[in-house]
């Protein structure tokens, strides 16, 4: 559908609606063009008429916190979707029972669930994403995963039904489900353990100096580049990359960090370029040296 049309069809969503709108500033890279149209949803029956009004006729991509995305430079022939504050809450179901909306940081869900003395969320505390990004992924760390307390999620397909699916009903596995792309996380159900307060946040604690220890953090980067081989090596992939890459290699601004060596970085003004040709040489250094092919955990929208 050409910008005229979804102008006018969009019309009455007044300025929750953006065309050729900046999306450099919304992901942790700092790298990205524009999207055709920018939509923040403010409520379900918005986000409902909205979809209803598209009609399906547009790609869609939901974009939570940024965290674990690249953007490429050219224009998203598509619609951005970034759910508001009335995706961001959460309340006690029962008392170790939380639902969270899917915009919730998963840092404020750990919280949460500190304050309530519900134990099982405290890894939660090291990802920096949102809920709906870690059901997407499976996101986990310290060898705990999503799918570890995750009961069942709410979600609206493209058309703009509601279902609820049980995580019973879910294929996860290392950072990825079986759940479609058509669907658009609402909010989460999560169960974990009544425990006392101090001991959840002395674990938090501890895996907070183990993250600050071992990985980079207040620099533009974008968490870990790719995924830790499954069943080809006993390796982590950061050891792939140690010792089949040279580490101080760089395009443009886009670097690998000292710290962490899956992590790459935007020291300056990378552009999107830049860092995909830094992934894809790392991915064919590692193919040559240990026969590994790498797969990506960042996302990639163009």
Same mark, same amino acid.
């Given at each position: 559908?050409?910008?005229?049309?979804?102008?006018?069809?969009?019309?009455?969503?007044?300025?929750?609606?953006?065309?050729?709108?900046?999306?450099?500033?919304?992901?942790?890279?700092?790298?990205?063009?524009?999207?055709?149209?920018?939509?923040?949803?403010?409520?379900?029956?918005?986000?409902?008429?909205?979809?209803?009004?598209?009609?399906?006729?547009?790609?869609?991509?939901?974009?939570?916190?940024?965290?674990?995305?690249?953007?490429?430079?050219?224009?998203?022939?598509?619609?951005?979707?970034?759910?508001?504050?009335?995706?961001?809450?959460?309340?006690?179901?029962?008392?170790?029972?939380?639902?969270?909306?899917?915009?919730?940081?998963?840092?404020?869900?750990?919280?949460?669930?500190?304050?309530?003395?519900?134990?099982?969320?405290?890894?939660?505390?090291?990802?920096?994403?949102?809920?709906?990004?870690?059901?997407?992924?499976?996101?986990?760390?310290?060898?705990?995963?999503?799918?570890? /307390?995750? $009961? !069942?999620?709410?979600?609206?397909?493209?058309?703009? *039904?509601? %279902?609820? &699916?049980?995580? =019973?009903?879910? @294929?996860?596995?290392?950072?990825?489900?079986?759940?479609?792309?058509?669907? /658009?996380? $609402? !909010?989460?159900?999560?169960?974990?353990?009544?425990? *006392?307060? %101090?001991? &959840?946040?002395? =674990?938090?604690? @501890?895996?907070?100096?183990?993250?600050?220890?071992?990985?980079?953090?207040? /620099?533009?980067? !974008?968490?870990?580049?790719?995924?830790?081989?499954?069943?080809?090596?006993?390796?982590?992939?950061?050891?792939?990359?140690?010792?089949?890459?040279?580490?101080?290699?760089?395009?443009?601004?886009?670097?690998? !960090?000292?710290?962490?060596?899956?992590?790459?970085?935007?020291?300056?003004?990378?552009?999107?370029?830049?860092?995909?040709?830094?992934?894809?040489?790392?991915?064919?250094?590692?193919?040559?040296?240990?026969?590994?092919?790498?797969?990506?955990?960042?996302?990639?929208?163009?």
């Amino acid at each position: 559908m050409d910008i005229n049309q979804l102008k006018e069809i969009l019309s009455e969503f007044g300025d929750s609606v953006r065309f050729n709108h900046d999306l450099k500033k919304k992901n942790w890279f700092n790298i990205g063009g524009k999207s055709k149209v920018f939509y923040k949803s403010k409520n379900l029956r918005e986000l409902v008429n909205f979809l209803k009004k598209l009609q399906n006729s547009e790609k869609i991509f939901i974009l939570g916190a940024g965290s674990n995305t690249l953007i490429s430079d050219n224009l998203f022939d598509g619609v951005v979707i970034k759910l508001d504050k009335n995706f961001n809450n959460i309340s006690l179901l029962k008392e170790d029972i939380i639902i969270a909306g899917s915009a919730v940081l998963d840092k404020s869900l750990s919280d949460f669930a500190l304050n309530n003395s519900i134990s099982g969320f405290e890894f939660l505390s090291c990802i920096p994403g949102t809920v709906g990004g870690g059901i997407r992924m499976n996101a986990g760390c310290f060898d705990k995963e999503f799918k570890d /307390i995750l $009961l !069942s999620v709410q979600a609206i397909d493209k058309s703009g *039904n509601i %279902i609820t &699916i049980p995580s =019973k009903d879910i @294929k996860f596995e290392y950072r990825e489900s079986d759940l479609s792309d058509d669907l /658009i996380f $609402l !909010s989460a159900s999560f169960k974990g353990v009544k425990s *006392n307060k %101090i001991k &959840i946040k002395d =674990k938090m604690n @501890k895996l907070k100096i183990e993250k600050e220890t071992n990985q980079p953090s207040k /620099i533009k980067t !974008s968490g870990s580049t790719f995924k830790n081989p499954k069943s080809q090596s006993k390796k982590k992939v950061w050891e792939l990359i140690k010792e089949s890459v040279p580490l101080d290699k760089s395009f443009g601004d886009a670097c690998i !960090s000292q710290k962490h060596c899956n992590f790459f970085v935007n020291k300056g003004q990378a552009s999107f370029e830049d860092m995909n040709k830094l992934i894809d040489f790392v991915a064919k250094k590692v193919l040559e040296k240990t026969g590994i092919s790498l797969e990506k955990e960042i996302k990639i929208l163009k």
